[in-house]
């Protein structure tokens, strides 16, 4: 496509208004970013030398429930492009329908599992119809912003790495071509993959311009891409610079010079790259997500990445050798301050189950429903049962994801999936309570089809249990009034304390053990204290000058509650 107000390929190029278009981009995702926090990070990405920023879109963040779009806040992608076209930025879309991005079931929204037939991210009737709708609504906010319109957004990506996914369907990736076509998706089209096995093959189109993702081995990803598409433009449209960490593993770094060494590669090379990336940014709520191959590793709070601008906006070491590669300065200003406000320790304790009927939605004599047949997207939820006479082995089949249960109110043992454990008995008892966390669906690969909490009947020695109170516990309705804590059970520890002028801060959560945090009721996301995160962004925009609200919800009793807010984030401690 020869035209001159879009970017498109020429004679193995990049051109954009008949000039050649050499593209040095960044990825900065607005739903990892508060919003007072977007033109910070787009400026320092300009005054890196970099001219585009990349993004996706998260379906699952736009369509939180089915028909319910949400375009405000961390959802307002609209008012993230227009910051970045102020500041004569460009911008490259990626809207899915699947981002992966270790995002919550890979950016697809929960609700999709509650469809009858449906087959996610294949040329499937129930699903396109879901996603020609969410299609609908993003690129009527797109359009304006393309840059044939006026606007800065100069190319749109093809669904996203689906080569990875190993289940080839052409169909699929030409209705979605088609689809940006018919709502006026006027850019340059693109796909991107792996360059590993058949990825590349398997996810592009013949007719649309193929990328690789990469963050080394630079020339054999690059005569790969030359051996599928003689001609065409060098295009790293993911430059993996850094990497993501999971709970219980070593905190991932990488060397700034390697990142800068394989990057001048690329440009020796005439290529062009996006770097993945560029400012990370924070899984806030309960948005991480979880790898699945075949062993279950959930992602933590933190998606730093090691990247150039770190999750709190600092500069980093691979920032300043960045911007000496790109503008031939190396001289940089890190204005972000951090503060120190303090340890909390006076909490009021409020018991999760003492205080069920107002903290989740309670569904009496029910069969076993899991959390999407419920209606549920994140969070937790309780099962009861009555269980007289039963006695034996607990069996529960394969635990979505982590799994507490209490006899008569005592907590006698936990599942946890992906992890090899002890099963655990019971006898004797009358009542037995079922205790389940979602810990972040599957973000990548075949198991997508990821629903959580109970998904059969509880066995229980020869018995099986067929009728349960279940209650959910999304941890939304947090402003309730409480009534104490009867007994030891997962609980709520509320609390206030003093902010002067408010700067970045990080909760370091030191007398409790595993949870989610939330500041001014804004949830900062989970905590652990296995590591190897062990505090929790705090962004400025959070805060108030005086009198704020801290609230954490643990699931172990703490017979010494404590929180400090420091002023250092601490990412690589294992316990």
């Known amino acids: 496509m020869e035209m001159g107000n879009i970017l498109n390929v020429k004679n193995g190029r990049l051109y954009i208004n008949g000039s050649e278009f050499k593209l040095y981009s960044g990825a900065v995702h607005y739903f990892r970013i508060h919003p007072s926090q977007w033109r910070d990070r787009l400026t320092k990405l300009k005054e890196c030398g970099l001219n585009t920023v990349e993004t996706y879109i998260a379906w699952n963040v736009q369509e939180p429930e089915l028909g319910n779009f949400c375009f405000d806040g961390m959802a307002d992608f609209e008012r993230f492009i227009s910051i970045a076209e102020d500041l004569e930025l460009y911008v490259i879309v990626r809207p899915g329908p699947f981002i992966c991005a270790e995002w919550e079931m890979g950016g697809l929204p929960s609700w999709l599992l509650n469809i009858e037939g449906i087959e996610l991210r294949h040329y499937n009737e129930p699903f396109l119809k879901c996603v020609r ?9 797109i359009r304006p912003h393309l840059y044939a319109n006026g606007g800065g957004v100069i190319a749109l990506q093809i669904e996203n790495e689906f080569g990875g996914l190993g289940q080839p369907d052409e169909e699929y990736l030409k209705w979605i071509k088609r689809t940006y076509e018919e709502l006026g998706g006027d850019a340059l089209y693109f796909t991107s993959d792996g360059t ?8 592009s189109l013949d007719d649309i311009l193929m990328t690789a993702n990469f963050g080394s081995r630079t020339e054999q990803a690059f005569d790969r891409l030359e051996s599928l598409r003689p001609g065409e433009p060098k295009i790293c449209m993911e430059f993996w610079n850094g990497w993501f960490d999971q709970w219980r593993t070593e905190h991932h770094t990488r060397e700034a010079r390697s990142v800068i060494d394989e990057l001048k590669t690329i440009l020796k090379l005439d290529g062009n790259f996006n770097m993945y990336m560029f ?8 948005m991480n997500g979880s790898n699945c191959n075949p062993d279950f590793e959930p992602c933590i709070t933190s998606y730093d990445y090691g990247a150039p601008v770190a999750e709190d906006g600092s500069l980093t070491e691979q920032y300043r050798l960045l911007k000496k590669l790109l503008t031939g300065s190396d001289e940089i200003k890190d204005d972000h301050k ?5 340890a909390v320790s006076e909490f009021s304790v409020y018991g999760l189950f003492d205080n069920a009927e107002r903290l989740g939605a309670v569904h009496k004599n029910s069969k076993v429903r899991c959390m999407e047949e419920l209606g549920q997207r994140f969070g937790y939820i309780l099962y009861e049962a009555d269980v007289t006479g039963m006695s034996g082995v607990i069996d529960i089949g394969e635990p979505r994801d982590r799994v507490m249960f209490y006899a008569d109110d005592v907590f006698i043992g936990e ?5 090899e454990y002890g099963f655990v008995e019971i006898s004797g008892a009358k009542r037995l309570k079922i205790f389940i966390e979602n810990m972040g669906r599957v973000n990548y690969g075949p198991r997508l089809y990821d629903k959580k909490g109970l998904l059969q009947n509880v066995r229980i020695g020869e018995d099986e249990v067929k009728v349960y109170d279940i209650t ?8 309730t009034e409480c009534i104490g804590c009867s007994y030891a059970q997962p609980a709520l520890y509320k609390a206030e304390f003093e902010v002067g002028k408010t700067e970045d801060t990080y909760l370091l959560p030191s007398g409790f053990t595993k949870g989610v945090a939330f ?9 652990w204290n296995k590591g ?22 643990d699931l172990y009793p703490s017979k010494a509650p404590k929180a400090e807010f420091i002023d250092r984030h601490i990412l690589d401690e294992l316990k």
Do not use: H
């Open 133 to 141: 709708k969410y299609f609908e609504m993003v690129f009527e906010k």
């Open 196 to 203: 590993w096995s058949t990825c590349l093959e398997d996810g």
């Open 279 to 286: 400012s990370g940014g924070t899984n806030f709520g309960f």
């Open 338 to 342: 951090s503060a120190a406000y303090g």
């Open 415 to 419: 599942y946890e999936r992906g992890i």
């Open 472 to 479: 959910n516990f999304p941890m939304e309705k947090l402003d």
């Open 519 to 527: 500041v001014n009721g804004f949830n900062l996301g989970r905590y």
């Open 532 to 553: 190897p995160q062990q505090t929790l962004y705090v962004p400025a925009g959070v805060l108030r000058p005086g009198e704020n609200e801290l609230i954490v919800f």
